[in-house]
């Protein structure tokens, strides 16, 4: 069925040092793929995406790179800082029979950086 | 996101309540979504509507319902035979419900079991 794997579910880092979080889906015609940051009690909120037309995206500190043929995609933080904690979630769009697209969410990483 | 509001923050549920969480939205969205979240478990999703009047099952629909009377608003109804209903629920937004649009959160609430 549809399914987003997430790893590390957590990652410690040092302030200045760069994080990577990957994500797996299983559907093959999934063509958006989200990244959102949830801080502690907070709503999630979007930090940057990418669609399937592209590889790399790029947005200041952070990265996304999608491999389709792998069906694999990851965010990267350059510099980190202690703000950069929270948890963070990949999605992929999957089409459902009415052609409506919902998101699937991978389970989450919770990144601390240590200053 | 600031347009989508939650309420209220915390609920409180007795055994065998009915209670209904209220999300509202002011973006002008075809598409409204609520999720539930627990620990370690990522968002689940639960309903979703693309249009008023109408409103399709998510993964998780069991002991879960929702109207959609009007654009802005899409109400969640957690049963009693929600048998778990202990979690974060989060209400989200987005302009059509079609291929690849940022969904917008609201603030959640927290529904706790008393």
Same mark, same amino acid.
């Given at each position: 069925?549809?399914?987003?794997?997430?790893?590390?579910?957590?990652?410690?880092?040092?302030?200045?040092?760069?994080?990577?979080?990957?994500?797996?889906?299983?559907?093959?015609?999934?063509?958006?793929?989200?990244?959102?940051?949830?801080?502690?009690?907070?709503?999630?909120?979007?930090?940057?995406? =990418? /669609?399937?037309?592209? %590889?790399?995206?790029?947005?200041? /500190?952070?990265?996304?790179?999608?491999?389709?043929?792998?069906?694999?995609?990851?965010?990267?933080?350059?510099?980190?800082?202690?703000?950069? $904690?929270?948890?963070?979630?990949?999605?992929? $769009? =999957?089409?459902?029979?009415?052609?409506?697209?919902?998101?699937?969410? %991978?389970?989450?990483? /919770?990144?601390?950086?240590?200053? | 996101?600031?347009?989508?509001?939650?309420?209220?923050?915390?609920?409180?549920?007795?055994?065998?309540?009915?209670?209904?969480? &209220?999300?509202?939205?002011?973006?002008?969205?075809?598409?409204?979504?609520?999720?539930?979240?627990?620990?370690?478990?990522?968002?689940?999703?639960?309903?979703? &509507?693309?249009?008023?009047?109408?409103?399709?099952?998510?993964?998780?629909?069991?002991?879960?319902?929702? #109207?959609?009377?009007?654009?802005?608003?899409?109400?969640?109804?957690?049963? #009693?035979?929600?048998?778990? *209903?202990?979690?974060?629920?989060?209400?989200?937004? &987005? *302009?059509?419900?079609?291929?690849?649009?940022?969904?917008?959160?609201?603030?959640?609430?927290?529904?706790?079991?008393?």
């Amino acid at each position: 069925g549809e399914n987003v794997e997430q790893h590390p579910s957590t990652l410690s880092v040092q302030e200045g040092d760069s994080a990577v979080i990957k994500c797996t889906y299983s559907d093959s015609a999934s063509n958006y793929f989200p990244w959102y940051k949830q801080e502690l009690g907070k709503r999630p909120q979007l930090i940057i995406d =990418i /669609r399937s037309n592209v %590889g790399e995206k790029k947005d200041q /500190r952070i990265a996304v790179t999608l491999n389709k043929t792998a069906k694999h995609f990851s965010l990267h933080i350059t510099e980190t800082q202690p703000e950069d $904690s929270a948890v963070y979630f990949c999605a992929a $769009s =999957i089409k459902e029979n009415t052609g409506f697209q919902k998101l699937v969410f %991978g389970t989450g990483t /919770r990144l601390l950086v240590s200053p | 996101d600031g347009g989508i509001t939650q309420s209220p923050k915390y609920l409180f549920r007795k055994e065998g309540q009915n209670v209904t969480l &209220s999300c509202e939205q002011n973006l002008n969205h075809d598409a409204m979504y609520w999720y539930r979240q627990d620990p370690g478990q990522g968002l689940r999703l639960i309903y979703y &509507s693309q249009i008023v009047n109408d409103f399709q099952k998510g993964d998780i629909a069991e002991g879960y319902s929702v #109207s959609r009377e009007k654009k802005e608003s899409f109400p969640l109804t957690v049963t #009693s035979a929600q048998k778990n *209903p202990t979690a974060f629920y989060l209400c989200a937004s &987005s *302009p059509h419900g079609g291929g690849g649009e940022t969904q917008y959160f609201g603030p959640g609430t927290r529904l706790l079991v008393l």
